[in-house]
């Protein structure tokens, strides 16, 4: 599949041999896969999208070879409101902004969270967004994740920032307090997928996607070791995922850590302080890419939360007491 571009509001691909005789919908999710299904169905429906010059129902079959142009526009999203929610921007210019995502914040509007979540922020800070796919979020981070997140607020930076993650060119860093003492950093390379019992968790399977997570130790402590973690791949829960199935999960991590073991010896204050730590010990700490407009890398870091700092604390001084330092 070829694409190209012309200016920021046409695009233009050639259908590949792997889309050859689907639905025209189901070629234009694969094909320009940074744009929801029910967007390009509008636009489809608009007469944006045509295939040799000419207009198809989002049913009709397209070929390889065929040439499928499309003019993306901005149609407002009126299921997602925009709400006065305070969150940290840590950088804004006309084609991108990045914050610095806080603990219990969902990303996107879903079931059970239709108000609450950083895309309704986003709207009532930047109204255009509504007019992008997703509100201008091209990746996202869990729940209880905290951290940067890049949002784009022009069709062409969502587009080249969407580009930028497929080729892997995007950095993305991590700290994780995880159970278990590592010797050495390593590379899990195993593939996640839906699980196959469980609907509401990832798992490694043998036939899932892709996942490549590097890692690396920062602080080791009595029984738990401080890691940074680089994503190579971007799946679902993958940090999280990874860690569990080399035996190491994230410390307070509600779907992947099991049932929650208490630290033999552990004083006191160190056990209500482990026990208090209800999230998964994850922050995205650092952020780097190409910036869309100017073609320059970029970088941005956020400090770790006072949360996972307090627990870092604590383990520390459970070191000094058990090495009697």
Same mark, same amino acid.
């Given at each position: 599949?070829?694409?190209?571009?012309?200016?920021?509001?046409?695009?233009?691909?050639?259908?590949?041999?792997?889309?050859?005789?689907?639905?025209?919908?189901?070629?234009?999710?694969?094909?320009?896969?940074?744009?929801?299904?029910?967007?390009?169905?509008?636009?489809?429906?608009?007469?944006?999208?045509?295939?040799?010059?000419?207009?198809?129902?989002?049913?009709?079959?397209?070929? %390889?070879?065929?040439?499928?142009?499309?003019?993306?526009? *901005?149609?407002?999203?009126?299921?997602?409101?925009? =709400?006065?929610?305070?969150?940290?921007?840590?950088?804004?210019?006309?084609?991108?902004?990045?914050?610095?995502?806080?603990? $219990?914040?969902?990303?996107?509007?879903?079931?059970?969270?239709?108000?609450?979540?950083?895309?309704?922020?986003?709207?009532?800070?930047?109204?255009?967004? %509504?007019?992008?796919?997703?509100?201008?979020?091209?990746?996202?981070?869990?729940?209880?994740?905290?951290?940067?997140?890049?949002?784009?607020?022009? !069709?062409?930076?969502?587009?080249?920032?969407?580009? *930028?993650?497929?080729?892997?060119?995007?950095?993305?860093?991590?700290?994780?307090?995880?159970?278990?003492?590592?010797?050495?950093?390593?590379?899990?390379?195993?593939?996640? #997928?839906?699980?196959?019992?469980?609907?509401?968790?990832?798992?490694?399977?043998?036939? $899932?996607?892709?996942?490549?997570?590097?890692?690396?130790?920062? =602080?080791?402590?009595?029984?738990?070791?401080?890691?940074?973690? +680089?994503?190579?791949?971007?799946?679902?829960? +993958?940090?999280?995922?990874?860690?569990?199935?080399?035996?190491?999960?994230?410390?307070?991590?509600?779907?992947?850590?099991?049932? #929650?073991?208490?630290?033999?010896? #552990?004083?006191?204050?160190?056990t209500e302080c482990l026990d208090g730590f209800k999230r998964q010990a994850l922050h995205a700490f650092e952020l780097g890419l190409i910036h869309p407009d100017s073609g320059e890398p970029i970088e941005w870091q956020?400090?770790?939360?006072?949360?996972?700092? #307090?627990?870092?604390?604590? !383990?520390?001084?459970?070191?000094?007491?058990?090495?009697?330092?």
């Amino acid at each position: 599949m070829t694409k190209t571009s012309t200016d920021n509001t046409y695009l233009s691909a050639t259908v590949s041999a792997e889309c050859n005789g689907l639905r025209l919908d189901q070629a234009l999710a694969r094909m320009w896969s940074e744009y929801s299904r029910s967007r390009l169905k509008q636009w489809v429906d608009q007469g944006l999208v045509k295939v040799n010059d000419e207009s198809l129902r989002p049913r009709d079959k397209v070929f %390889a070879g065929d040439v499928i142009s499309l003019q993306p526009q *901005q149609i407002p999203d009126e299921t997602w409101s925009a =709400e006065d929610i305070a969150i940290d921007v840590v950088y804004d210019d006309d084609a991108l902004m990045v914050v610095n995502k806080a603990a $219990g914040m969902v990303v996107h509007p879903a079931a059970g969270n239709y108000n609450g979540t950083l895309v309704n922020a986003l709207l009532h800070y930047a109204p255009d967004l %509504a007019g992008l796919p997703r509100a201008g979020i091209v990746h996202r981070l869990d729940k209880d994740t905290t951290g940067l997140l890049v949002i784009a607020k022009t !069709l062409q930076a969502h587009k080249i920032l969407v580009e *930028q993650l497929e080729q892997r060119s995007v950095k993305r860093k991590y700290v994780a307090i995880v159970q278990g003492t590592m010797v050495a950093g390593s590379t899990i390379n195993e593939p996640i #997928a839906r699980h196959p019992v469980n609907r509401q968790r990832m798992a490694v399977v043998s036939t $899932g996607r892709e996942a490549i997570t590097h890692y690396r130790v920062r =602080e080791r402590f009595r029984r738990h070791t401080m890691v940074d973690v +680089q994503l190579e791949t971007g799946r679902t829960h +993958q940090i999280r995922v990874h860690m569990a199935h080399i035996k190491c999960p994230l410390l307070g991590d509600p779907v992947y850590n099991g049932r #929650a073991r208490r630290m033999a010896g #552990a004083s006191p204050e160190l056990t209500e302080c482990l026990d208090g730590f209800k999230r998964q010990a994850l922050h995205a700490f650092e952020l780097g890419l190409i910036h869309p407009d100017s073609g320059e890398p970029i970088e941005w870091q956020a400090p770790i939360p006072d949360d996972i700092v #307090a627990v870092a604390d604590a !383990l520390r001084l459970d070191n000094t007491l058990h090495n009697g330092i």
